[in-house]
């Protein structure tokens, strides 16, 4: 198979040159199409859509927007600029040079790092490929399939570097990331998040929202690793994932804006009142929200790792904005405050603060977290209702960690199996909420058109008109 390199895969590390790396990508590329075929969006193959699309790392370059069929989107390999002077900021190698090639003791770490990363890309496009059947407006549809491309670029990003760093491991590896699918009982994702149905369009914005902005926490760590071609592929992806945060955001804000707009025309605040009006009421979205923030704050792992001390100690991966952090960047004598459960009780001790990294990256997640549903919350007062959403504890309905299989309520109590039993269809969905909003979701595709349990956009994608055609089906 021949390829213009130049054209169908945009790059900035010399793919035209480097013959090994060809020879792998010829493999790769099409069973990489034959994947999207089958596991990318459905039935959305022949649609002209106006993307996004990376074609260099310049400012003029890195966003530039037509009309394209995902098929033949153009994934490309982009990597940060480099600076020769550049020294690893932390860990047992602070102060020395960053790597440009694979350290041969951290081999085995790096190519998990990749692997771990790299199969969450797939995994997104997987759990939302049925949903352009019920986008709620053309807007929509095309955020959807800039999300999806976009994944499958930060896919293209990690195979590059299993392909050009890692021999005959990294094409298996890459290879693999093709194979194993969301949710399969067989073969699933490697990750518990990546494994949930992404079954309807709230369920898109509130993961958009939480779990990207955990792919954001993740990236910016990675971006700070003594491995210079991972610190700055992941730099570059960090400028794509903003707009995944951006989607989620204002989803889930147009969807508050409108149940908030419909129970004011009316005069209402009794849940049902709201369902039967067509909107998404106000306590099932904070349920939604429950269950998505729960199952991402699992995505940092266990409170206490080893793993993510070793990660951090070889210079392999950085806490969230390393360079601001005020401290030796080593990290030996220092400790920081974890929970744990002491009788029917939750409180704080201290810990060795290398065993704490993936605690302290969820705390950092969180506080970020909280900016957004704090700004959900203005829409919602703007509207003068009394209502507020809030994030859950972060004990609450946890699968990993010290938490795992502890009944929290979302205040942070602890409560008994009896309790939890009583309470959690006020905690998380029940089978009705999923019905219900389930019921809502139904394909719009006038342009300027939204469905009735939804708000317009303030404004278009890219200062084209709310009412622009963002896709065109053939």
């Not at 919602?380 to 009394?386: D, S, V």
């Not at 999923?434 to 469905?451: D, I, K, Q, T």
């Amino acid at each position: 198979m021949n390829i213009d390199y130049s054209q169908k895969i945009p790059n900035n590390v010399n793919l035209a040159e480097d013959k090994a790396l060809q020879r792998a990508l010829e493999h790769w590329q099409p069973a990489f199409l034959g994947w999207w075929q089958e596991m990318g969006p459905e039935g959305s193959h022949h649609h002209d859509i106006y993307l996004r699309t990376a074609v260099s790392v310049e400012r003029d370059g890195w966003a530039q927007f037509g009309y394209v069929k995902m098929p033949e989107y153009r994934w490309g390999i982009f990597l940060n600029p480099g600076s020769a002077e550049r020294q690893i900021g932390f860990g047992d190698h602070k102060g020395r040079p960053a790597w440009q090639e694979v350290p041969g003791e951290h081999r085995a770490n790096l190519r998990r790092i990749l692997v771990a990363q790299g199969d969450t890309e797939p995994a997104s496009v997987e759990q939302q490929r049925h949903l352009g059947l019920t986008a709620p407006s053309l807007y929509d549809l095309r955020n959807l399939f800039q999300v999806n491309v976009e994944e499958g670029r930060h896919l293209w990003a990690m195979v590059y570097l299993l392909h050009r760093h890692f021999g005959r491991d990294g094409r298996e590896e890459a290879e693999a990331l093709l194979e194993r699918r969301s949710g399969d009982p067989d073969n699933p994702r490697i990750l518990g998040a990546f494994n949930e149905r992404t079954p309807d369009w709230l369920s898109f914005f509130l993961f958009t929202y939480f779990t990207d902005r955990d792919g954001k926490f993740q990236l910016c760590a990675l971006a700070e690793s003594g491995f210079d071609p991972l610190a700055r592929t992941t730099q570059f992806m960090l400028t794509e994932e903003a707009h995944h945060m951006f989607v989620g955001e204002s989803g889930v804000s147009r969807v508050i804006q409108r149940t908030c707009q419909v129970m004011k025309e009316h005069g209402i605040e009794d849940p049902a009142r709201a369902r039967a009006l067509g909107v998404i009421d106000l306590p099932t979205i904070q349920r939604y929200l429950n269950f998505h923030f729960s199952v991402t704050i699992d995505l940092f792992g266990s409170d206490q790792s080893s793993n993510a001390a070793t990660f951090y100690s070889t210079g392999l991966k950085g806490r969230y904005e390393e360079g601001k952090q005020d401290d030796d960047h080593v990290l030996k004598d220092r400790g920081y405050r974890v929970l744990e459960l002491a009788g029917s009780e939750l409180r704080e001790k201290e810990v060795p603060a290398l065993l704490a990294l993936n605690e302290r990256l969820r705390d950092d997640y969180i506080r970020d977290s909280v900016g957004g549903v704090e700004r959900w919350n203005k829409v919602i007062e703007k509207a003068g209702l009394a209502f507020r959403l809030s994030v859950p504890h972060k004990a609450f309905n946890r699968k990993i960690g010290t938490f795992a299989g502890v009944h929290v309520s979302p205040e942070g109590q602890v409560v008994s199996a009896a309790q939890w039993a009583s309470g959690v269809a006020e905690w998380l969905p029940t089978d009705e909420d999923r019905r219900f909003v389930a019921s809502l979701m139904g394909r719009v595709v006038e342009p300027g058109r939204f469905a009735g349990w939804i708000a317009p956009p303030a404004i278009g994608i890219n200062r084209q008109p709310v009412d622009f055609a963002y896709v065109r089906f053939n």
